[in-house]
């Protein structure tokens, strides 16, 4: 073959025509093979034998369907899908400057096209979106939390009620009611520091949001459970905290043991699911010997010591109830080792 020959084919580009695909069973010329886009499969149309399969279908995307046809509105199946939570198709437009073209007429069309006001406000939403979503990952919040805050954020915004409030604010409450609407523990103060808003701030757009998304409840539009505006289960808050403390197994399963005898005293029922969860955790703390005290435990779960020491007092009078009978029974712990905290010495 001559240098030439041998340059052309190098040259060459595309599949090559001379390389015919048949069946080795028929063996029939020409060969009669179909081509089913639907499985990916190049199938002899005689004898049925798969010759090839992972077919790419470079056929177009584009389908039409008779009975939409009405409106003169082809359906496709091409571009981004369609977000329920923006306003527009979910396409946004986007000018930038190519290579040698004119930077004053670049930076026109993109004051012309920022004038649209459906583009704007999706715009506006979706940078809010994006840092929800920033702020759920750096957290390691599961996806379920980050699409219920930004659907919380959507219907609060389209209600007209959040004009003077932060953003921050604003946005640390959307992510609070996910979580609790996601049944997430995650604390006030854990949000409160995820995004640096000052407490005020928070606690009243909290409110208001929360009163939003009642009245939308009411009105069929969504379903919101109203235990769950208040906050996640005390059982849900314990194994962080333990986890947080370095506390083994035995003793969580314990706390929420406790936390769940703690509906039956009246004193301490009503308290925040925080707090109980707290005040469980001091009091096995106790029962197990294990040497940590109240104003570590306040420290590292930041609440205040005195609330840990007046719900233990409360436990400590009904500390009949609040253990696990097996444990007691095996004698892995005993009620002489929990302590009655006077207010005096507090």
Known sequence: MSLSAVATIRERRGPN???????????????????????????CALCGLVLSDRLVDT????????????NGDDPS?????????????????????????????TRDLNRAQSKNVLDKKDNEIQAIFIKITMLCDVAEL???????????????????????????SVIAAAILLGCRRAKVARTLTEVQSMIHVRRKEFSKSLKLMSSILMEKSADGIIKIDRGDMNGATNLSYIPRFCSHLG?????????????????????????????IAVVAIFFNVLLFKIPLTASRIAKVLQVTEGTIKSGYRSLYEHRDQMVDPQLLKSGTVSLDNLEKLDKKRD
């Open 142 to 168: 599961p996806k379920i939390v980050k699409d219920s805050a930004k659907e919380i954020y959507k219907l609060c915004y389209d209600s007209r009620a959040l004009k003077g409030k932060s953003m921050e």
């Open 59 to 70: 056929r177009s995307e584009w389908r039409t369907f008779s009975n939409d046809d009405q």
């Open 247 to 275: 506390l083994p197994m035995q003793l969580t399963t314990a706390s929420e043991y406790t936390a769940g005898k703690c509906k039956e005293i009246e004193e301490i029922a009503g308290k925040s699911p925080i707090t």
């Open 77 to 105: 199946r091409v571009g981004e899908a369609a977000n329920p939570l923006l306003d527009g198709n979910s396409l946004s437009t986007r000018i930038g400057q190519g290579e040698g073209g004119d930077a004053r007429a």
């Open 17 to 43: 025509l001379n390389i015919v695909l048949t069946c080795p069973e028929c063996k029939v010329y020409p060969p009669k093979i179909v081509e089913r886009f639907s499985e990916g499969d190049c199938v």
